[in-house]
């Protein structure tokens, strides 16, 4: 409700039945159907995030925004999409060694523990007017 300024659970409900956002919410939820019923909790999303669920939500819906047309007056020289790629983002992998840790960046804090992590890059479709959307390759 924060991220959409909303007011009212119903309002929510109608923001969150489009339908790969409803689709998705509905499977993770554990709940059959493909549309939430209405003030269905988050609460067991938030429980379990599933591992990449988020970054197949986050293509779906650029996805959504593509094929719907929604970005055509966004497009470089009127025929195609700028994609860039953002190195500037980085994977947490957290204080304690495995072997995923094994090579990667490290920064030792001022309590002694060690943290580790990886640096990462992103591609992002790009406007002119400044809209980054992620997007998966």
Same mark, same amino acid.
């Given at each position: 409700?924060? +991220?959409?300024?909303?007011?009212?659970?119903?309002?929510?409900?109608?923001? =969150?039945?489009? !339908?790969?956002?409803? *689709?998705? #919410?509905? @499977?993770?939820?554990?709940?059959?159907?493909? @549309?939430?019923?209405?003030? *269905?909790?988050?609460? !067991? #999303?938030?429980?379990?995030?599933? !591992?990449? $669920?988020?970054?197949? #939500?986050?293509?779906?819906?650029?996805?959504? =925004?593509? +094929?719907?047309?929604?970005?055509?007056?966004?497009?470089?020289?009127?025929? /195609?999409?700028?994609?860039?790629? /953002?190195?500037?983002?980085?994977? *947490?992998? $957290? /204080?304690?060694?495995?072997?995923?840790?094994?090579?990667?960046?490290?920064?030792?804090?001022?309590d002694g523990r060690t =943290?580790?992590?990886?640096?990462?890059?992103?591609?992002?479709? +790009?406007?002119?007017?400044?809209?980054?959307?992620? +997007?998966?390759?």
């Open positions: 409700m924060f +991220v959409y300024r909303l007011s009212a659970r119903r309002q929510i409900h109608f923001r =969150l039945n489009v !339908p790969p956002v409803a *689709a998705y #919410l509905a @499977r993770e939820a554990g709940q059959g159907g493909h @549309r939430r019923p209405p003030g *269905a909790p988050l609460a !067991p #999303l938030r429980a379990r995030p599933p !591992p990449g $669920g988020l970054g197949a #939500l986050r293509t779906e819906m650029v996805r959504s =925004l593509l +094929v719907a047309r929604r970005l055509e007056r966004f497009r470089l020289l009127g025929s /195609d999409y700028l994609v860039t790629l /953002d190195g500037s983002g980085h994977l *947490a992998l $957290g /204080d304690s060694p495995s072997a995923f840790t094994e090579g990667a960046l490290t920064q030792t804090l001022a =943290l580790y992590y990886r640096m990462v890059l992103e591609a992002k479709l +790009v406007t002119r007017s400044g809209l980054a959307l992620s +997007v998966e390759i």
